[in-house]
């Protein structure tokens, strides 16, 4: 039940339960929901608040949780996972889910369960998130269908894609987070789109409907910006045609994984690399991943001029980028426009 990045990496996860499942049910909060859609095997999504997840936290009354049973019960499920990132607890929903008359609840836990969880699955610290869930399904019985290499997918709906000009060859440049402390500058990250730009690359500049004067200025010396424009598969379709794509730790990096983009990743280490790298896709952490701070966990980084990250030289990711990059595709126009 956490934000679109998370939703992405239970996928495999969700495949192995699928195939052996009547039916999947995805329980998704309202920031991971248009991930949870994209997702092979799930064939209908739930949508609800979860104040012991979300940042910042909905509060939670009598009346949240008795919503949330009540929509559980309906579901009339056999079994649910409770998938958790490390740092988070699977009891609270777990308690939910108990209320609700699921018979057979499995999650990795820690903490001592009661009668919570059915399966009280353990699983090493030092293992990526990917590893982590589909650990939890197969302790429940559920394995990966034969010749799945547990890869993260998206299914994107056909639709009209936006008119291309052959042969242009062009990088995604993301500059939002969800948490500042992960965050690259926007000067940095407008320097570096007129360096690639500079080289020869069509640059796109992606983020959501509140990013839009991020976009806008990191657009500006060279790139086109597509801040507020794309929903969800939109952006995947974007990306799954780009050369490479420059992000921080944040979701559309698991977009990107999903589409078999090559990734520069902007990594600052808030959170452990080898839980949250991009999974099975070419890429290159930049960053100082060996901070006394390092796993500080922090929103916003308390440590002046930001040493994980600011340091890094634009001219330094560009590189990385043509190191990456995969040969000159299609690029994309502008949405509802002419050529960039």
């Given at each position: 039940?956490?934000?679109?990045?998370?939703?992405?990496?239970?996928?495999?996860?969700?495949?192995?339960?699928?195939?052996?499942?009547?039916?999947?049910?995805?329980?998704?909060?309202?920031?991971?929901?248009?991930?949870?859609r994209?997702?092979?095997?799930v064939?209908?999504?739930?949508?609800q608040?979860?104040?012991?997840?979300?940042?910042p936290?909905p509060?939670?009354?009598?009346?949240?949780?008795?919503?949330m049973?009540?929509?559980?019960?309906?579901?009339?499920?056999?079994?649910?996972?409770?998938?958790?990132?490390?740092?988070?607890?699977?009891?609270?929903?777990?308690?939910?889910?108990?209320?609700?008359?699921?018979?057979?609840?499995?999650?990795?836990?820690?903490?001592?369960?009661?009668?919570?969880?059915?399966?009280?699955?353990?699983?090493?610290?030092?293992?990526?998130?990917?590893?982590?869930?589909?650990?939890?399904a197969?302790?429940?019985?559920?394995?990966?269908?034969?010749?799945?290499?547990?890869?993260?997918?998206?299914?994107?709906?056909?639709?009209?894609?936006?008119?291309?000009?052959?042969?242009?060859?062009?990088?995604?440049?993301?500059?939002?987070?969800?948490?500042?402390?992960?965050?690259?500058?926007?000067?940095?990250?407008?320097?570096?789109?007129?360096?690639?730009?500079?080289?020869?690359?069509?640059?796109?500049?992606?983020?959501?409907?509140?990013?839009?004067?991020?976009?806008?200025?990191?657009?500006?010396?060279?790139?086109?910006?597509?801040?507020?424009?794309?929903?969800?598969?939109?952006?995947?379709?974007?990306?799954?045609?780009?050369?490479?794509?420059?992000?921080?730790?944040?979701?559309?990096?698991?977009?990107?994984?999903?589409?078999?983009?090559?990734v520069?990743?902007?990594?600052?280490?808030t959170?452990?690399?080898?839980?949250?790298?991009?999974?099975?896709?070419p890429?290159?952490?930049?960053?100082?991943?060996?901070?006394?701070?390092?796993?500080?966990?922090?929103?916003?980084?308390?440590?002046?001029?930001?040493?994980?990250?600011?340091?890094?030289?634009?001219?330094?990711?560009?590189?990385?980028?043509?190191?990456?990059?995969?040969?000159?595709?299609?690029?994309?126009?502008?949405?509802?426009?002419?050529?960039p």
């Amino acid at each position: 039940m956490d934000r679109l990045g998370d939703v992405l990496l239970s996928g495999p996860a969700v495949r192995a339960v699928a195939g052996g499942a009547d039916s999947v049910t995805f329980l998704a909060s309202p920031s991971g929901a248009a991930a949870a859609r994209l997702l092979p095997g799930v064939d209908r999504v739930v949508v609800q608040r979860a104040g012991w997840i979300e940042d910042p936290a909905p509060p939670v009354t009598d009346a949240s949780a008795r919503s949330m049973v009540e929509a559980i019960r309906r579901l009339d499920v056999d079994e649910a996972l409770v998938l958790t990132s490390f740092h988070q607890s699977p009891l609270p929903l777990a308690l939910l889910l108990r209320m609700a008359g699921v018979p057979r609840i499995g999650a990795v836990s820690v903490d001592y369960p009661g009668a919570l969880l059915d399966v009280r699955h353990h699983v090493d610290d030092e293992v990526h998130e990917v590893r982590r869930a589909l650990s939890l399904a197969q302790a429940m019985g559920h394995q990966l269908p034969v010749g799945d290499a547990g890869r993260l997918q998206v299914h994107l709906p056909h639709r009209d894609v936006p008119r291309i000009a052959p042969g242009a060859g062009y990088v995604v440049v993301h500059p939002g987070t969800s948490v500042p402390a992960r965050a690259w500058s926007p000067a940095s990250h407008g320097a570096l789109v007129g360096c690639l730009a500079a080289r020869g690359w069509r640059v796109f500049v992606t983020g959501g409907p509140a990013e839009r004067a991020l976009t806008s200025a990191v657009a500006a010396p060279g790139g086109v910006d597509l801040g507020g424009r794309l929903d969800l598969a939109e952006l995947a379709h974007l990306v799954k045609g780009a050369a490479a794509i420059v992000v921080a730790n944040t979701g559309p990096a698991h977009l990107a994984a999903a589409v078999g983009t090559p990734v520069v990743s902007l990594y600052a280490p808030t959170v452990p690399a080898v839980r949250w790298r991009p999974w099975m896709v070419p890429h290159v952490l930049l960053g100082q991943q060996d901070i006394p701070c390092a796993g500080c966990r922090a929103r916003a980084c308390p440590v002046p001029g930001h040493p994980c990250l600011d340091h890094l030289h634009p001219e330094e990711v560009a590189e990385a980028v043509e190191r990456l990059a995969r040969p000159a595709v299609a690029v994309p126009a502008p949405m509802g426009g002419g050529p960039p």
